[in-house]
T-cell receptor
Framework: DAGVIQSPRHEVTEMGQEVTLRCKPI?????LFWYRQTMMRGLELLIY????????DSGMPEDRFSAKMPNASFSTLKIQPSEPRDSAVYFC?????????????FGPGTRLTVL | RKEVEQDPGPFNVPEGATVAFNCTYS??????FFWYRQDCRKEPKLLMS???SGNEDGRFTAQLNRASQYISLLIRDSKLSDSATYLC???????????FGSGTKLNVKP
């Protein structure tokens, strides 16, 4: 079975540009998470969707970040305009709650570098 | 204060050694606990859940101490392949909060 799919795997862009990260969760999973990982701050939850609805976006750093989940099989995380401090690995994860173990399955991540 | 704290390590141990990591959490309302493993430049993957009664999976044992608000991971008979970063996860479902620790790095050496 396919796991969580993320694209692109690597992104290098210049400051001020718009960046869009994409995620396809595991089929049947109804929760989707966006995380950011840096050496300094570790793994931080940015936003969490349940049944395509944003439940908690308190981790989104600022208005430059936005996330959408138009349907159960696709989500985007957009940064506009991007800044060098946004450089990080962005992970998407999905889970199927209510089965005794809320395991989050992570995608391979998008390594973003903003110059 | 961070919600979840871990000793970053690295823990450098020889093959065959027993090593233990702790992870402390600040919110007594925390409901679920997990250990994840992350290899270098890879995504985190679930290692095991942590139950109040403790649970064991082969060489790995996880424990929860609610009174002192920490979870632990014990690895027996360490293998070279155990070298990775181990992340603890604390979940508060009632508040929709998912907290990852910053990880403890383990290096198992021949």
């Amino acid at each position: 079975d396919a796991g969580v799919i993320q694209s692109p795997r690597h992104e290098v862009t210049e400051m001020g540009q718009e960046v869009t990260l994409r995620c396809k969760p595991i089929s049947g999973h109804n929760s989707l998470f966006w995380y950011r990982q840096t050496m300094m701050r570790g793994l931080e939850l940015l936003i969490y969707f349940n049944n395509n609805v944003p439940i908690d976006d308190s981790g989104m750093p600022e208005d430059r970040f936005s996330a959408k989940m138009p349907n159960a099989s696709f989500s985007t995380l957009k940064i506009q305009p991007s800044e060098p401090r946004d450089s990080a690995v962005y992970f998407c994860a999905s889970s199927q709650p209510g089965q005794g173990q809320d395991t989050q399955y992570f995608g391979p991540g998008t390594r973003l570098t903003v110059l | 204060r961070k919600e979840v704290e871990q000793d970053p390590g690295p823990f450098n141990v020889p093959e065959g050694a027993t090593v233990a990591f702790n992870c402390t959490y600040s919110n007594s309302a925390s409901q679920s606990f997990f250990w994840y493993r992350q290899d270098c430049r890879k995504e985190p993957k679930l290692l095991m859940s942590v139950y109040s009664s403790g649970n064991e999976d082969g060489r790995f044992t996880a424990q929860l101490n609610r009174a002192s608000q920490y979870i632990s991971l014990l690895i027996r008979d360490s293998k070279l392949s155990d070298s990775a970063t181990y992340l603890c996860v604390v979940i508060l479902y009632n508040f929709n909060k998912f907290y990852f620790g910053s990880g403890t790095k383990l290096n198992v050496k021949p």
